[in-house]
């Protein structure tokens, strides 16, 4: 008689087991001469060696899947349990896929200039993504990131960017620290939702594998084995760019994403972005990604918005420079 104990690390039971237990009676059926306890995040299994090895093998190979799409389908237990399938064939995966949503949606660079990104990655360990709103430069980062993580190649996640609409002083606004900065931070975590299953994404904030914050809260760190994400950088003066540059350490990687035609400091000048990009541009291990309206996968709206302010600009600039003598 052989006795093994299966812990599920970073699994929510509740969504790996299925409602009233579906997916983990449809498993345990198939081993009919074990016994199999669950216990939260803990499985004991009892029976012949043979047995308890072949029930092993394709709970791992059934883990491995719910690590990627972030949740259990019949389809995959039927590939597994049924079909002795080591690894599940899913008709929606194809080599651009990013990560799976918690939903189960795929989630991929669409565009040229997120391909552009997502191919950068491998080579550069500081990359910068500039462009308009909605090009999805943040949530493409953000998808390297997680996916990063999946696959072990770093150890943390933090996501930072500048609280600039109180100055990062905060102490105005009512509430509780967090309260004070969920407001700035709140699409990091909407994207992050996207990614990974709500309780899954508690768990790693709790545990510090996830860390939102603002930009003020990096100084006097050194983030190794981790993947950064500065956003809305064009609200950065180029002493914080500094600061958070150097933040670099072991095993890093960096994404600097930013609009530089949304610059919320007091004067345009001040932003640090676009000083950064003409100082680091040339220099090797250092990529930058060009954004453009037609990257923007918004609203269709939303393209059109950014073309007719990119025009009242232009016209604007040139009838200052008309009136200059």
């Known amino acids: 008689m052989a006795e093994k104990i299966i812990v599920l690390e970073n699994i929510d039971p509740v969504s790996f087991y299925g409602v009233n237990n579906a997916y983990f009676n449809a498993i345990t059926a198939c081993f009919p001469k074990l016994k199999i306890v669950a216990r939260g995040g803990e499985l004991k299994i009892f029976g012949s060696k043979g047995e308890v090895d072949d029930f092993e093998s ?17 389809d995959a237990l039927t590939q597994i349990y049924h079909e002795n399938a080591a690894e599940v064939h899913d008709g929606a995966c194809d080599g651009d896929t990013l990560v799976y949503g918690s939903s189960g949606s795929v989630i991929k660079a669409r ?30 980062a953000i998808a390297l990131a997680v996916r990063a993580l999946k696959n072990r190649e770093v150890r943390k996640i933090v996501l930072t960017r500048p609280a600039i609409e109180a100055g990062e002083r905060l102490g105005f606004l009512p509430g509780d620290m967090k309260e004070k900065l ?17 309780k899954k994404l508690e768990k790693f904030i709790e545990d510090g594998v996830v860390q939102i914050a603002p930009l003020a809260f990096m100084r006097g760190r050194t983030l190794d084995h981790a993947f950064v994400i500065l956003d809305e950088a064009q609200n950065t003066t180029l002493a914080q760019m500094k600061m958070f540059l150097t933040r670099m350490g072991k095993n890093a990687k960096f994404i600097v994403t930013g609009d530089v035609t949304q ?3 007091p004067h345009r000048s001040d932003s640090g972005l676009p000083k950064c990009l003409d100082m ?7 990529g930058v990604v060009e ?35």
């Open 291 to 325: 954004f453009n309206r037609r990257d923007i996968i918004r609203h269709v709206l939303v393209g059109k918005i950014v073309q007719a302010f990119e025009k009242e600009e232009k016209r604007s600039s040139g009838n200052g420079a008309a009136a200059k003598p």
């Open 58 to 74: 394709k709970l791992i190979s059934l883990i491995s899947y719910y690590h990627k799409r972030g949740r259990v389908t019949d």
């Open 182 to 198: 969920n407001p700035y931070l709140q699409p990091l975590y909407d994207a992050l939702n996207d990614m990974i299953p709500v």
């Open 111 to 140: 565009t040229a200039n997120q391909k552009k990104l997502v191919a950068l990655y491998g080579s550069c360990d500081l990359l910068f993504a500039v462009g308009p709103a909605g090009s999805g430069k943040t949530y493409t």
């Open 263 to 265: 610059v919320d400091l």
């Open 280 to 286: 680091l541009a040339k220099i090797k291990g250092i």
